[in-house]
């Protein structure tokens, strides 16, 4: 009794719980919660002691490799970088030190550059700050649907729902609806049509709600163009000019016109809420004195909470 009340006094003392004792093995460790042919899920829970913010306030980045299909996860803990291959979760992390200048290109050197936006590659990211059995963790639960995505925009691309038989896994309805109904406007049969209400039922996707937004292709290339030249956001001008229809109803200067609003928003939208890496990265390429002081502002602030 005397060595177990010595024991347990000693922890309170040093201000650790016994949770945190036996938790070594689950903090700073990543884990798998599903692993399918077609969705791979895993979830980790960062301690978050040490743990610094990138821009964005964020604790991490995600980062994609240029040549294999691979999802990283850069931490920031003290003085140096923690690089984690997100679903290889027995692989230890690359640990190393850089400044911010020097940052992008380490990551260069190891082959991965920031992902940006992870749902327009597939991957659904749940984050945030947790009480993990007494411990204060930063956690972070990404699931790939990559493959799966992939699957159902060869399905739909060539109107055929067999491709999908045997497939349970289910897809969240953000990733695929828009390809979904874009493809569902472009089929000009009636087996076409069937095929596509066949797929969007195993998605559990009602084609009969009311479209809030316009088609993204037109009758009349005029108001087509109009919309798209004025009023249409960034995500709706980017799909419009993806699609090899444009092409026809555009003539090459207003194609030109709308390729160049369509860099404007982008850059727009990296100057609110770009991270300091890919606005680095941007300046290099485009030496926009908007850049550089949105970069300075940002070191700023970062220097004024270290």
């Known amino acids: 009794m005397k060595k177990t009340f010595l024991f347990a006094l000693l922890l309170f003392v040093h201000g650790c ?16 919660v599903q692993q399918s042919h077609f969705v791979r899920h895993n979830r980790a829970y960062f301690s978050r002691e ?11 980045l995600l980062l994609t490799h240029k040549k294999r299909h691979d999802l990283g996860v850069l931490l920031h803990r003290g003085n140096t970088y923690l690089l984690y291959r997100f679903f290889s979760p027995s692989t230890p992390p690359i640990r190393f030190k850089a400044n911010h200048r020097q940052l992008r290109k380490k990551l260069a050197q190891y082959g991965y550059i920031p992902l940006g936006n992870p749902e327009n590659k597939g991957y659904i990211v749940h984050s945030g700050p947790r009480r993990y059995k007494g411990v ?8 790939d649907y990559t493959k799966l995505k992939t699957r159902y925009q060869n399905a739909i691309r060539n109107y055929r729902s067999d491709m999908l038989s045997g497939i349970h896994d289910r897809l969240p309805k953000q990733l695929i609806e828009p390809y979904l109904r874009y493809y569902r406007q472009q089929a000009d049969t009636e087996e076409k049509k069937k095929e596509i209400a066949r797929i969007a039922e195993k998605l559990h996707i009602s084609l009969d709600k009311k479209e809030v937004s316009p088609p993204l292709l ?3 290339d005029q108001p087509s163009y109009h919309y798209y030249r004025y009023r249409a956001s960034m995500y709706e001008l980017g799909n419009y000019l993806n699609t090899p229809q444009s092409r026809a109803v555009l003539t090459p200067a207003q194609y030109t016109i709308l390729q160049h609003r369509l860099g404007t928003l982008q850059q727009e939208k990296l100057l609110q809420g770009g991270s300091l890496e890919t606005l680095i990265a941007a300046y290099e390429k485009n030496h926009d004195p908007r850049f550089k002081q949105r970069i300075m502002a940002l070191l700023k602030a970062q220097n004024a909470t270290q």
Do not use: V
């Open 136 to 143: 204060k963790t930063y956690l972070i639960d990404i699931t």
């Open 50 to 60: 040490n743990l610094l913010p990138f821009s964005g306030k964020k604790p991490f």
């Open 17 to 32: 719980s016994i949770n945190q004792l036996f938790l070594t093995d689950e903090i700073d460790t990543i884990t798998t």
């Open 218 to 220: 037109l009758n009349s």
